[in-house]
């Protein structure tokens, strides 16, 4: 089975421009996580989804934003970027969205925002 | 609120030599605990998960950790330590509730030393 897999891997941006991430999950898990790991806050995370629903967010403003579409895949999206936004963002997914599941991560999008 | 202390933010040990790292998880119920690895540049990988039964936990790679409730900990061990063990080490506590959301502590950098 293909793991966790996220686009891009490294990206650059500027400080006021938004962008998206992609995640896809893998083949037949329907929960996907969002993590954001820096070094000073380490790893927080951002939201999940489960059946194109989010069921539970971290503490980020409403710049952050994601979905899922109906083949589990997801996107996350940050508006108007600040500095303050650099980090690894990282993608986990799991079967059915029990507590009890193991998350399978992702390598992660390297975002840096100049 | 949940929480994951990890209060080894780095570890030295010289290849061969016995290891442990400490965690202490804050939860109100029975805790889901696990512990993940990173290695640059990577994402997390699960080492492995303890959720009832048996306090001894086996994991991949040679590693093991033992649930103790009255001490509120879930230390990871590994009887010999190899020169590829240098990595990341995470603890995390996964919340209860009907969705998946993992609290992670602020890691262990492991560096193994010839």
């Known amino acids: 089975k293909a793991g966790v897999t996220q686009t891009p891997r490294y990206l650059i941006k500027t400080r006021g421009q938004q962008v998206t991430l992609s995640c896809s999950p893998i083949?037949?898990?329907?929960?996907v996580s969002w993590y954001q790991q820096t070094p000073g806050q380490g790893l927080q995370f951002l939201f999940e989804?489960?059946?194109?629903?989010?069921?539970n967010k971290g503490n980020f403003p409403g710049r952050f934003s994601g979905r899922q579409f109906s083949n589990s895949r997801s996107e996350m999206n940050v508006s108007t970027l600040e500095l303050g936004d650099s980090a690894l963002y990282l993608c986990?997914?799991?079967?059915?969205?029990?507590?009890?599941?193991?998350?399978?991560f992702g390598p992660g999008t390297r975002l840096t925002v100049l | 609120a949940q929480s994951v202390t990890q209060p080894d933010i780095h570890i030295t040990v010289s290849e061969g030599a016995s290891l442990e790292l400490r965690c202490n998880y804050s939860?109100?119920?029975?805790?889901?605990l696990f512990w993940y690895v990173q290695s640059p540049g990577q994402g997390l990988q699960l080492l492995l998960k303890?959720?009832?039964?048996?306090?001894l936990v086996q994991g991949i790679k040679g590693f093991e950790a033992e649930f103790k409730r009255s001490q509120s900990s879930f230390n990871l061990r590994k009887p010999s330590v190899h020169w590829s063990d240098a990595a990341e080490y995470f603890c995390?506590?996964?919340?209860?509730?009907?969705?998946?959301?993992?609290?992670f502590g602020t890691g262990t950098k492991l560096q193994v030393i010839p």
């Open positions: 986990a997914s799991g079967p059915g969205g029990s507590s009890t599941d193991t998350q399978y």
């Open positions: 083949s037949g898990h329907r929960s």
């Open positions: 989804y489960f059946s194109e629903t989010q069921r």
């Open positions: 939860y109100g119920a029975t805790p889901y």
């Open positions: 303890y959720f009832s039964g048996d306090t």
């Open positions: 995390a506590v996964a919340h209860s509730g009907g969705y998946q959301k993992v609290t």
